[in-house]
């Protein structure tokens, strides 16, 4: 007989740290241009990175852009993701929502309002939303954690 090798599972706690903050962005401007004016205004390096791919309803893959800065800099991620693609929505329940941007890891000191204030003040965001991910139930979630 062989020896069978046991599988352990191992699961590892999710802290509130792992949760990305979510703020929804709306804005006409094209995604390249919005991730230069965040890229000034926050000072950050927003860069074009691998698209979020995934399988619509119909079966037709969709890619909705998105815009990392992996720069260092500073203990904060940026990811700067479109909600929209032609009638396409990666968050359906969000349809009025062109962009996501996501914060992964904020220090301690960290506040949301802050960077959602800097949002405000630039001139072709029309609006900007605190979006809670932990009531937000849509399937296509999981592409953004």
């Known amino acids: 007989m062989r020896n069978a090798q046991r599988i352990t599972k191992i699961h590892l706690p999710v802290s509130e740290q792992d949760i990305p903050f979510v703020i929804g962005i709306v804005s006409a401007d ?3 241009r919005l991730s230069l004016k965040l890229n000034k205004k926050l ?3 927003l860069k074009n990175s691998d698209p979020v791919e995934f399988q619509a309803d119909d079966g037709k893959k969709i890619l909705f852009s998105r815009f990392s800065d992996s720069s ?3 203990d904060l991620h940026f990811q700067l993701i479109s909600n929209r693609l032609e009638k396409n929505f990666m968050l359906k329940k969000l349809k009025n929502i062109d962009y996501l941007l ?3 890891n904020p220090a301690k000191d ?3 309002e802050k960077v959602m204030s800097q949002l405000r003040e630039i001139d072709s965001i ?3 939303f605190n979006i809670e991910i932990k009531t937000l139930n849509d399937k ?6």
């Open 126 to 128: 029309t609006g900007v």
């Open 72 to 74: 260092g800099a500073h």
């Open 110 to 112: 960290f506040s949301r």
């Open 43 to 45: 000072a950050i390096s």
């Open 30 to 32: 094209p995604d390249y």
């Open 140 to 145: 296509n979630l999981k592409y953004l954690i």
């Open 102 to 104: 996501l914060l992964n």
